[in-house]
């Protein structure tokens, strides 16, 4: 069941973050979602797109998230996203109302994890033989 905007126009969001928790926030419908989030202190990005990002103009793609009930595509990066199952770009979303946003757990691309040698970067003497 959908329900409608408060009196004063405000939408009323739901956001989980990667760790679980539940933050439930009151927007204007409309509003911008990226903008949204970053007001409340609940960033889009990751670490280090914090500081390096295109300012929400849907050129990096630094902003997705996923929504329980995403609205049908109106923008290219939206028909992407649909198509292959890509995460929505914050920024390009408007709020409305019971909007359901869950936040992404970032990584930087190519970057490996664990403990394995080969996460491990070689020196610089070495040569690449073993």
Request: glycine letters at 14%; hydrophobic letters at 30%.
């Amino acid at each position: 069941m959908t329900r409608g905007p408060d009196a004063d126009g405000d939408a009323r969001i739901t956001v989980e973050t990667p760790d679980g928790e539940r933050h439930e926030l009151t927007a204007s419908e409309g509003a911008v979602l990226r903008d949204v989030l970053l007001e409340a202190g609940l960033s889009p990005h990751g670490r280090y797109a914090r500081r390096v990002n295109c300012g929400g103009r849907g050129l990096c793609a630094t902003c997705g998230v996923r929504l329980a009930e995403p609205p049908g595509p109106d923008h290219w990066h939206d028909d992407l996203a649909d198509r292959f199952g890509y995460p929505r770009l914050s920024c390009q979303l408007p709020v409305r109302d019971g909007m359901a946003v869950r936040l992404l757990d970032k990584r930087v691309w190519g970057s490996r994890g664990g403990g394995d040698a080969a996460a491990t970067p070689p020196s610089a003497d070495d040569d690449g033989s073993e």
